[in-house]
């Protein structure tokens, strides 16, 4: 009898170790004494170089991502771009190098489009969004040259009608009643959302668009939410597109959930655009350009973020509490999102655990019940998967300082954006209230 790496119990001791690794960047793996290395490197060099908390970003898995996505869409749909939904990363060395990928940027609000043009992102890629756009953000996007403006409100048309004087392409953002399965702040394709117009209001925008001088109407947008893990809502909602009339573009949206945890199965990137594309040939106009907006689905699983365990409170539960937390990260008290964890030298099995921050509540969670391997004070813990919204949604709670961003690649690793510093913390206060005048 063969019993090979199998224990008595029948299961393989690696089980835990290969299902962690897997959630990292492909091409994660330990090396020969147990270490965790991603892009390369090995994740307690990074620990030390840049210290912790810090997001590392496997750079070559963020480009292969990117790609996958811009031809895989191409090889389905030839006409048709691949737009990054920036808010997912907002960092210009993210928006920098998704446009050297091939793919162009979706902002919504001023901030994310002065990024995107710090970055060197071509103003023709931008597609800008929002529920609320002012006059200001509208007439920079304009005099930047914007590829698309996406219409969610008539004083967005009315707005546009005073700034323009050439002419600006548009999309209307269509609410297609659908519903997908997600947290409910992230659902967006529903009748009762704030984004897009119903069917009656739509209608009279298309109407008012099309005897427009000014705004050219080049076809619609749609959104249904993010974190989605099933195909189904996106075909419904192609149909409703359809429903509109023939079109020259139609920007499908993003939305695509990714793996956080052993438990979670979204689609594919493949089998959501088959599901996308196949309901897009059968409903929309073959001539039509296709757009898509993944954003958590490009960055998510290139990012992972690095913290050190500062105390181990043992009991039931046993409290591993770590230099970041919500500060960092809050996708956990904000959505109940789980995250899974390991001490980077000590991979696999473990005591359960509740891995929590620093911060000064009891909702500050990274993962609760996670299995850790001996966790000690000092080690170096790492959270896969956080390369979405994390960076994006950092504060300063605390007085904690927004961590650096780490690109790792082999002998390239380098922080594109640096740690705060506690100067940082005072640097907008004006000089007569902090008492310096
Ligand atoms: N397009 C539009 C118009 C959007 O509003 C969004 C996301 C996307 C594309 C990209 O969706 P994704 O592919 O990333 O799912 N703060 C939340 C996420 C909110 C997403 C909002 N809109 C979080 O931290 O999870």
Redesign the pocket.
């Given at each position: 009898m063969t019993t090979s790496i199998f224990d008595a119990t029948g299961t393989n001791p690696h089980d835990d170790e290969r299902a962690l690794i897997e959630l990292f960047p492909e091409g994660t793996h330990l090396d020969a004494e147990g270490e965790l290395v991603v892009g390369g490197v090995r994740l307690t060099d990074i620990a030390e170089r840049f210290g912790t908390p810090a997001y590392v970003l496997d750079e070559s898995a963020l480009i292969r991502q990117a790609t996958l996505f811009r031809e895989a869409l191409a090889a389905r749909w030839p006409n048709s771009r691949v737009v990054f939904?920036s808010?997912?990363f907002p960092a210009t060395a993210v928006y920098r190098t998704l446009a050297e990928a091939g793919l162009g940027a979706?902002v919504?609000g001023g901030g994310e489009l002065a990024l995107a043009l710090a970055a060197g992102v071509r103003p023709d890629t931008i597609v800008v969004?929002g529920n609320a756009k002012s006059a200001d953000e509208l007439r920079a996007a304009v005099d930047a040259g914007v590829g698309l403006v996406?219409i969610d409100n008539f004083d967005d048309i009315a707005k546009l009608e005073d700034i323009v004087t050439g002419r600006q392409d548009v999309l209307v953002?269509v609410l297609p009643d659908v519903a997908a399965e997600t947290?409910e702040?992230?659902a967006?394709g529903k009748q009762g959302s704030k984004?897009g117009l119903g069917r009656a209001d739509a209608e009279e925008a298309i109407a008012r668009l099309r005897a427009s001088d000014r705004l050219n109407l080049r076809g619609l947008?749609m959104?249904i939410?993010?974190?989605?893990c099933e195909v189904d809502p996106y075909v419904a909602a192609v149909r409703a597109l359809a429903s509109y009339g023939e079109f020259d573009i139609y920007d499908l949206?993003?939305?695509?959930?990714v793996r956080y945890t052993y438990d979670d199965a979204p689609p594919s990137v493949e089998a959501w655009l088959d599901g996308l594309v196949g309901a897009a040939a059968a409903h929309l106009p073959r001539h039509a350009q296709l757009l898509i907006?993944?954003?958590?689905?490009?960055v998510a699983r290139s990012g992972l973020t690095l913290y050190r365990v500062v105390s181990v409170k043992k009991g039931h539960p046993t409290f591993v509490a770590v230099d970041g937390g919500m500060g960092d990260n809050?996708?956990v008290s904000?959505?109940g999102?789980r995250f899974e964890a390991t001490v980077v030298n000590r991979v696999g099995g473990g005591e359960a655990v509740n891995l929590v921050g620093k911060h000064c509540e009891s909702g500050d969670r990274l993962s609760t019940g996670v299995p850790l391997r001996e966790p000690r004070v000092g080690d170096v813990v790492a959270v896969p998967v956080t390369g979405?919204?994390?960076h994006?949604?950092a504060n300063n709670y605390n007085g904690a300082r927004r961590p650096p961003v780490i690109f790792a690649d082999g002998q390239r690793t380098r922080a594109v954006v640096r740690r705060e510093t506690y100067e940082d913390l005072t640097r907008r206060d004006l000089a007569d209230v902090r008492g310096e005048v």
């Open positions: 939904a808010k997912a979706d919504a969004h996406v953002r947290h702040a992230l967006t984004f947008h959104h939410g993010s974190q989605i949206g993003g939305g695509l959930g907006e993944p954003g958590r689905s490009v809050l996708e904000l959505y999102q979405a919204y994390c994006t949604m």
